[in-house]
């Protein structure tokens, strides 16, 4: 049975705030499926890098869930593309997390994003341990689908991910059509791949809260709220949000008194070369009276976000999986999304929302009009979206998390006999 598990999450920690900088969706995952770990009686050590002075080495987040902080390059100012400079540091005090131990300590390593796979093939090999990665984002998937503005991935990152592919003992893919993106674009053995949905904490995102969530927020209750919420970046295309409001105004005039567009997150990645650019949109736009900008909030705050919106939308031009979608539907909010990655399993379309294709804000219109001016619609949607969420609980995650550990162990002892 495993005891130790170490979990590599090198650019971005799992303590920090989602919807800012590199936090998202990942940290989430990567939080709780620790949890659901360490209740099984699993000790994890998540090993993240330092980013402040004042993070003390060691932190001791929750019961079963230690979090190591490596000091690997400058705390701050530190982009995410400078990071594989970086890594050689990040080794070095990982590896040192098990000499200072009895030997054996770590029973498997699970690696997140190629920077941690590339520390965990090292880890692999010294350890004599298993290694089962989750790649959350690939190189090869996200340059044939780069949005305007979004630089395409460096050849460095293909060139690790390829190598992750090749040494790891198991791939954990967030849904099919990664699995097969594995196959096909990285050459990964259809064996050695799994599939393990994502999950949403039903106790935190959970539906029959819409008029409370609007007094909360002070949002009016006759109020038509469309919610983007994520970081604000040109891969999430918030843009696309505010032109569809535009189309909707520009097509029914009489929605301006009632419509609201909350964007709650903050600038990251090459958003933040150009911070202000939605902001600029918006005037130019002339939605001033209409959108609310709102930086970037806690899980429950969030939740009472979902909640309270009328629909939630999200455009992404590429998601592994799309956990807001998930989470917006188990509050009980449609979400119209676009038909790429994961959307297209966190969505079912025409029953809990809408997908559409490709990026033209007259067609995300036209998928949002109906959905906040038919209140039956709407309600029905609201309905199915809460049960097709509750298929993804995180416990379900953990469970076929572990079966996968499992035959990462069998594998590795083959492989190594």
Known sequence: MLQRIAMLSAHTSP????????AGGMNVYVLELSRQL?????????FTRATSRHQPAVHDAEPGIRVHHVAAGPFEGLE????????????????RA?????????????????????????ARERWNVPLVHTMHTMAKVKNAM????????????????EEIVRLADRLIANTAEERRELIELYDAAPDRVAVVHPGVDVEVFRPGRHAEARELLGIPADAALILFAGRIQPLKAPDV??????????????????????????????????????????????????????PTVSQRELADWYAAATVACVPSHNESFGLVAIEAQACGTPVVAARVGGLSTAVSDGVTGVLVDGHDPADYASALHPLLTDP???????????????????????????AVYDQAVIAHQEATA
Not at 80 to 95: A, G
Not at 98 to 117: M, T
């Open 15 to 22: 303590l920090e705030q989602p919807g800012d900088g590199d």
């Open 38 to 46: 360490a209740a099984r009686g699993i000790e994890v050590e998540v």
């Open 80 to 95: 995410k593309n400078d990071l594989p400079s970086q890594l050689c540091s990040f080794v070095r005090d990982v590896l």
């Open 98 to 122: 098990e000499v200072e131990r009895e030997p054996g300590h770590f029973d498997l390593v699970h690696s997140h994003y190629w920077l941690s796979g590339q520390v965990g093939t090292v």
């Open 146 to 161: 780069l949005a305007d503005g979004d630089a395409a991935e460096p050849i460095g990152r293909i060139y690790g991910e």
């Open 241 to 294: 949000v505010l032109k569809a409001a535009a189309v909707l105004l520009e097509r029914d005039p009489a929605l301006r008194e009632r419509l609201v567009v909350a964007v709650v997150g903050g600038a990251s990645g090459s958003g933040l070369e150009h911070p202000t650019a939605l902001a600029d949109l918006n005037v130019e736009l002339g939605l001033q009276d209409v959108v609310r900008f709102v």
């Open 376 to 402: 039956g619609l709407r309600d029905a949607m609201s309905h199915k979206a809460v049960r097709h969420a509750e298929g993804f609980g995180w416990d379900v995650t953990a469970d076929r998390t572990l």
